[in-house]
Structure formats: structure tokens, C-alpha cells
Nanobody, 124 residues
Framework: QVQAVESGGGSVQAGESLRLSCTVS????????FGWFRQSPGKERTAVSC????????YYADSVKGRFTISKVDSQNTLYLQMNNLSPEDTGTYFC?????????????????WGQGTQVTVSS
């Protein structure tokens, strides 16, 4: 049984930082691409970032480049998203995504597994 559990969301002021975590079980963590998506009320879920299985490549949506950093620790089966200089536009539910296509053109698509989501709220 595959489980992906996010944590680290919360409410912050603009300009502050948060680090999201996603611990995954039931998969060969070190052999898969992973990513983060976010969804704001009334909007589609969109890819924020992804990282290749060997951590050699990582890609970001234009809106978060230079502010967000994705990483993973294979020995802990954990994916991270460091989010700095947050703005109200970053508000939404953030989802961990496992086993999908990770590229510089679409960031991530065709995801097989999702976490339950963690809420991030940024106030001005």
C-alpha cells in the first residue's frame, strides 16, 4: 500500500519561509521521480517543482524559480520543498506527487500517486 504523507504547511506572513516534507512508503523511493503541486480555491492543480529519481535534475514553475528548492533524502524516503520569500500568490494546498514524468517543459505530469495535501496560507 502506497502512502505519501505531507507536513510542514501553515500560515505565514509575506516574505517568510516554510519547508514542506513528504514521507513516502510502499514504493522504491530512490528509483522514482517526485514532485510538488499546488491548488488554490477554484483553480486547477498545477505543478510547482519536480526532481528526478537520481536527484540530478530538478525543475520549477516560473512563478517559484529562485524562491523554492526541491530536494529528497532517499535514506529517509522523504521529499522536501523549501519555500522562501513567500507571497500571497503562493497560498494553496500543496500535494506531494510520486512516480510521474519530470521535465523542464511541463515540470511534472502523469502522476501515479498523491499525498493528501498540506495547506499553505500566506498573508500580506
Amino acid at each position: 500500500q502506497v502512502q505519501a504523507v505531507e507536513s510542514g504547511g501553515g500560515s505565514v506572513q509575506a516574505g517568510e519561509s516554510l519547508r514542506l516534507s513528504c514521507t513516502v512508503s510502499g514504493l522504491n523511493f530512490d528509483l522514482l521521480n517526485f514532485g510538488w503541486f499546488r491548488q488554490s480555491p477554484g483553480k486547477e492543480r498545477t505543478a510547482v517543482s519536480c526532481i528526478s529519481w537520481n536527484a540530478r535534475y530538478s525543475y520549477y514553475a516560473d512563478s517559484v524559480k529562485g524562491r523554492f528548492t526541491i530536494s529528497k533524502v532517499d535514506s529517509q524516503n522523504t521529499l522536501y520543498l523549501q519555500m522562501n520569500n513567500l507571497s500571497p500568490e503562493d497560498t494553496g494546498t500543496y500535494f506531494c506527487a510520486a512516480r510521474g514524468w519530470c521535465s523542464d517543459t511541463v515540470v511534472m505530469k502523469d502522476v501515479d500517486y498523491w499525498g493528501q495535501g498540506t495547506q499553505v496560507t500566506v498573508s500580506s
